[in-house]
């Protein structure tokens, strides 16, 4: 080869090597670190109520893994936490409608691990729960009628509704503050919001009841005669006046007595004209904001959490304030498994004042919770994997 074409090419040869098999490339690849280190989920022994039906069980179990692998596959990095995760199962004695429920609950935590079975341990704690509101709803009486008690929710997505608040302090741990998530298929919820229209009629209803009850009170400790009755009553006084004296006394007693006398149907009017003065001005509120409310104002949600004849105004925008729900049974597919999940409640709880679980909840809270629709959709055709 001429030398002249020769040496250049060498020299661009070696110029090359220096780039692509850097002395440094090696050593570089394996001191680089990555700036999460993953740790593994720990799996923990479930938690089971006795006597479950095992073909349902097997059901159940099926659906909770799934929940724990798109947790773990969703990138909810364990951020220095040890995370552990376990299967929760309960029979439906307790439910309103006779679906199974269950849950995957895990926590992720910065110190001795805890047991999950016993709860969501010390650590910040992500679980979700199949075919129950508990985590969310309280119960709220209304005309002799329970209703669901929710925090504010607000959609995110078709189907995903959304709520947050703290947690109260108490001996074994700090406030926390809570995230919450009901997942249902799209279009549809698994309960129905009451009305201001819907409660004020039914808040009417129960001040009547009430009102209905003081009279059967007020009866049975100021029993009432008949008109035959008092007739007679009053003759007979009259006679004993008449027999103990005569002629302008007994004329003047007659007619004190009878100026003074009052029937007892007249003095059971009086006294529960009194007592129930208060439930007729409650009465009388409720049925001014029904008359005289707009249309707009009487279809947003009624919250509420007092009795009725202890409401005032509506509690929208007020701390911790909670709205009215019922159940929503048409929702519910009668056809498939009771352990089937039909809607599903993610709760994410965590202590503001840790760094590390501020960073896991910037993580939970951006997570695509849509996907989970998918997989109710799945498991109601039988093809959840």
């Known amino acids: ?208 009841a009430d009102k209905q009850k003081l009279k059967e009170d007020l009866l049975q400790r100021i029993p009432v005669k008949t008109a035959q009755q008092e007739e007679v009553e009053q003759k007979r006084e009259i006679e004993s006046i008449g027999a103990m004296y005569s002629g302008a006394t007994r004329d003047s007693r007659v007619r004190s007595y009878l100026a003074s006398y009052k029937p007892d149907s007249v003095y059971f009017k009086e006294v529960f004209a009194d007592q129930s003065a208060s439930l007729d001005a409650d009465s009388l509120l409720l049925d001014h904001l029904l008359t005289k409310s707009s249309a707009d104002y009487l279809e947003k949600p009624a919250f509420v959490s007092v009795p009725a004849h202890d409401f005032r105004d509506f509690e929208d925008g007020k701390p911790g304030c909670r709205m009215l729900a019922k159940w929503n049974m048409p929702y519910f597919d009668k056809n498939l498994s009771l352990a089937r999940p039909q809607f599903l409640v993610v709760s994410w709880q965590f202590d503001p004042a840790v760094p590390t679980a501020v960073n896991l909840d910037k993580v939970i809270s951006g997570l695509d919770y849509c996907a989970l629709q998918d997989l109710l959709i799945a498991a109601g055709t039988g093809s959840l994997k």
């Open 1 to 208: 080869m001429n030398s002249r074409i020769y040496r250049p090419l060498c020299m661009l040869c070696l110029v090359l090597a220096q780039f692509v098999y850097s002395p440094q490339s090696n050593a570089q690849s394996l001191t680089r670190t990555p700036l999460v280190t993953t740790t593994a989920w720990q799996k923990q022994e479930d938690y089971m109520e006795s006597r479950l039906p095992g073909k349902l069980v097997t059901e159940m179990k099926k659906t909770v893994g799934s929940l724990a692998s798109w947790a773990q596959r969703s990138g909810v990095d364990s951020l220095g936490c040890t995370p552990a995760w376990c299967g929760a199962y309960f029979s439906n004695k307790t439910n309103a409608f006779p679906l199974f429920k269950y849950e995957m609950r895990s926590a992720f935590f910065t110190g001795e691990v805890g047991f999950l079975n016993a709860g969501a341990g010390k650590g910040s704690s992500l679980v979700i729960t199949a075919n129950d509101l508990a985590i969310l709803q309280q119960t709220f009486s209304l005309n002799g009628n329970d209703y669901l008690s929710l925090p504010a929710m607000q959609q995110t997505h078709d189907g995903v509704q959304y709520a947050e608040w703290m947690t109260e302090k108490d001996e074994t741990a700090e406030a926390r503050r809570a995230r919450s998530w009901v997942i249902s298929y799209a279009g549809r919820m698994p309960y129905s919001i009451l009305s201001r229209k819907q409660y004020l009629e039914e808040a009417k209803k129960e001040i009547a």
